[in-house]
């Protein structure tokens, strides 16, 4: 595994400090999303605040909307449902 550099510390001591508040953060992120996207040689990288986020995007891209049925497995968590909903 990887060692974390200076400007690594750094960048995530700034995003921590800012409560998460601060649109200075945006290149920070995108910086995140060029860097990941490189290392697995993805052509559009998007960063989530959160799993939900993450699935009800998914399913908008699906073309998943009202009237769609989605099945669920019982044993999840609340987001799952959340997304669908």
Sequence with gaps: ???LSFPDYHNIYKVLQSDFKNSQLQKIVLKLEVEFADKINCECPLAFTNGTARLHTALEALGIGVGDEVVIHPLTMA??????L
């Design 1 to 3: 595994m990887k060692r």
């Design 79 to 84: 987001a799952t449902c959340f997304s669908v």
